[in-house]
């Protein structure tokens, strides 16, 4: 039987899931924007990179020059990065009652490292869950696009951009079957739409969470 995973009492813990190119970092930005706005002190992050030694990880995971890494270094160093996001940074903020927007967390490991490098799902999960605590997020958004739309927006791609189709296929896949399976703590958007529209139906979602946040 899989765990329930531990939800925070304090603070709001909000992650953008997605395919490349489908806005996560837009929106990311222009939700913790918003929050400000409204007199809140959001903690915008990402995974991998967040914590000084993500950084690092962050380099070798998705720099070309990296080369091949076998499949379960890959995820091991995806686990080692949220291990030390999670203890030093994010979970600390949630425990201050602060909002917390993060750019990727264990969904992508589960999406990328999972379904797209075909491992098993459930032992790659194991070591997530184990590497965060199994902190789970209040919501996470899925901005959802056909990956040769979102691919077709960068110039240069880095380790995981340049991978095939069909592997991002089948982390498109993943992302809302994990999506379908826990509709409460989830919402997914057509990243098709105006950014604006995102936007406020990504707003609409988080507000009534806003009550275990407190102002700045």
């Known amino acids: 039987m899989a765990s329930p995973g531990v939800y925070t009492e304090t603070g709001v813990f909000v992650c953008f899931e997605g395919g490349e ?5 837009t929106q990311s930005t222009l939700l913790a924007e918003a929050l400000i706005g409204l007199g809140f002190t959001p903690l915008l992050t990402r995974e991998p990179g967040g914590t000084p030694v993500g950084q690092t ?3 070798i995971v998705l720099s070309p020059s990296t080369g091949a890494l076998a499949d379960k270094t890959e995820a091991l160093l995806y686990a080692a990065d949220k ?3 999670i203890e030093t940074l994010v979970l600390p903020a949630l425990q201050r009652g602060e909002v917390v927007i993060m750019d990727r967390y264990v969904d992508s490991t589960l999406a990328y490292q999972g379904a797209g490098r075909t491992l098993p799902v459930d032992e790659v999960e194991q070591v997530a869950r184990w590497a965060t605590g199994d902190l789970r997020p209040h919501l996470t958004v899925v901005l959802d696009l056909e990956p040769s739309a979102g691919l077709d927006r960068f110039e240069g791609r880095d380790r995981i951009e340049g991978e095939s189709l069909e592997f991002h296929q089948r982390v498109r896949e993943a992302f809302v079957a994990m999506a379908s399976a826990s509709p409460e703590h989830y919402v997914v958007i057509d990243a ?3 950014i604006d529209e995102i ?3 990504i707003l609409a979602r988080v507000m009534p969470l806003l009550t275990q946040a ?3």
């Open 192 to 194: 098709r739409a105006p």
């Open 199 to 201: 936007h406020r139906e």
């Open 57 to 59: 990880i962050r380099e």
């Open 214 to 216: 407190v102002h700045s």
């Open 21 to 25: 190119g489908s806005g996560k970092s």
């Open 83 to 85: 291990a030390e996001h």
